[in-house]
């Protein structure tokens, strides 16, 4: 991901800037998504291989149940049958949630509508793409997300693009072994999302690792929140504060 200069700032409310803000806002998305681009793509192809090696699996028993007359070993037959059924539908499940999951960051929704949406289901989705994408990195993941609902009335498209480019930070500055804790929290007003990196990288941070840090502050007061990071010699950490209300709505 090379290294853009900032949106322009909208002078009047014209239309042209603000046209220009949603451009580079989709840019910034879609680099975002070929950052994690071998994450998402075991998240379709891993459940579809096992529905596939499952198939397999069960046309063999059907074959050889129906070779069995013995009563005995019918009933085996059946209940290796169940096992390979309840594999199958569990695969099943599974590209279903990562087929949304993929929807949800790769259309994220219309340019500057501003909606209800539930934080914690939709960090908790961005966050498997980051755990998953961290075992090439030899790293551990942890992502400490509420079970209950995180609703927030705001632009879905903004924040699905900053939790994408907190992913890729997240990712960016990690060390050899690193452990990467990623947390939700929230009360009355706001959410909070923070990630510490330990160990982080020492060396000068990448192009992606610039423009993150560069892109996410301008994101975050676009939504009416704020956004820190900072890093020793031994961590990398950020937060990225979003209000429960977006703008007017607030008031």
């Known amino acids: 991901m090379s290294a853009s200069a900032p949106p322009p700032t909208p002078t009047g409310g014209e239309s042209d800037d603000e046209d220009a803000q949603e451009t580079a806002l989709l840019a910034l998305h879609s680099r975002a998504l070929r950052r994690l681009h071998s994450s998402i793509e075991h998240h379709l192809r891993s459940p579809l291989n096992s529905i596939g090696l499952n198939l397999e699996l069960l046309a063999v028993e059907i074959a050889d149940l129906a070779r069995r007359d013995d009563r005995d070993d019918a009933q085996e037959g059946r209940e290796s049958l169940s096992e390979v059924l309840a594999a199958l539908r569990g695969g099943y499940a599974r590209l279903i949630g990562n087929v949304d999951t993929v929807l949800e960051t790769v259309l994220p929704g219309s340019a500057g509508r501003v909606e209800t949406l539930d934080l914690a ?18 790293a551990s993941w942890r992502a400490d997300i509420p079970p209950v609902p995180v609703t927030l009335k705001t632009r879905r498209d903004v924040v699905v693009t900053a939790l994408l480019l907190v992913v890729c930070s997240a990712l960016e500055h990690a060390g050899t072994a690193a452990r990467i804790a990623f947390s939700l929290s929230s009360d009355s007003e706001s959410a909070e999302i923070r990630v510490e990196v330990e160990p982080c990288r020492q060396d000068e941070p990448t192009a992606t690792a610039r423009e993150c840090g560069h892109w996410l502050p301008l994101l975050a007061r676009r939504l009416g929140g704020s956004y820190g990071e900072g890093a020793d010699e031994r961590a990398f950490r950020l937060h990225l504060s979003l209000p429960r209300l977006f703008g007017a709505d607030a008031c």
């Open 121 to 138: 289901q939709l960090a908790r989705r961005i966050a498997d793409l980051g755990g998953t994408e961290s075992v090439l990195l030899r």
